[in-house]
């Protein structure tokens, strides 16, 4: 399967965004020995991962590009509001709640969320169907 991509310029902003959040990711691991600098990489990655996804989806030009971008950015949102609440606990110095049953059981909606977008096609509970208007 070949997917083409087309220029556009709605696809600058995804890729500044794309850049300047693995930029900071770069940082935070260089300083790595401050609170909060662990979850800080891991929202920056996820961050990332979720506007490159975003520019691919605008720059795809046919149907099946277009919904796997969208499905791929949808996989990472939860993972984002998750390492954004580890972070801010942890920068917040609340530590006493990120023990590690806390950890795990904040682990488990992104996970689920992945297994329901990866098995949508069996049970539609994410989204029926996609369409591509021009």
Same mark, same amino acid.
């Not at 083409?4 to 020995?33: C, D, K, N, Q």
């Not at 806390?102 to 949508?120: D, E, Q, V, Y």
């Given at each position: 399967?070949?997917?083409? %991509? *087309? ?12 850049? +300047?959040? !693995?930029?900071?990711?770069?940082? @935070?691991?260089?300083?790595? /020995? ?7 990489? =891991? ?5 990332? &991962? #979720?506007?490159? @996804? /975003?520019?691919? *989806?605008?720059? /795809?030009?046919? %149907? !099946?590009?277009?919904?796997? #971008? ?13 390492? =954004?609440?580890? +972070?801010?606990? *942890?920068?917040?110095? %609340?530590?006493? #709640? ?8 904040? !682990?488990?909606?992104? +996970?689920?969320? %992945?297994? &329901? ?7 539609? +509970?994410?989204? /029926? @169907? ?5």
């Amino acid at each position: 399967m070949t997917w083409r %991509l *087309e220029y556009t310029p709605y696809v600058w902003p995804a890729i500044v965004s794309t850049v +300047f959040t !693995a930029v900071l990711g770069v940082y @935070g691991w260089r300083r790595r /020995s401050v609170p909060g600098a662990f979850p800080f990489i =891991g929202l920056m990655a996820c961050c990332s &991962l #979720w506007a490159l @996804g /975003s520019a691919l *989806e605008l720059a /795809s030009t046919n %149907l !099946a590009a277009k919904i796997f #971008w969208a499905k791929f950015q949808a996989a990472w949102q939860p993972a984002i509001v998750t390492a =954004g609440l580890w +972070f801010a606990l *942890e920068y917040a110095d %609340l530590r006493r #709640w990120l023990v590690r049953r806390n950890l795990i059981l904040l !682990a488990i909606p992104p +996970f689920l969320w %992945l297994l &329901l977008t990866l098995t949508n096609d069996i049970h539609h +509970f994410l989204w /029926s @169907g996609f369409s591509l208007v021009a």
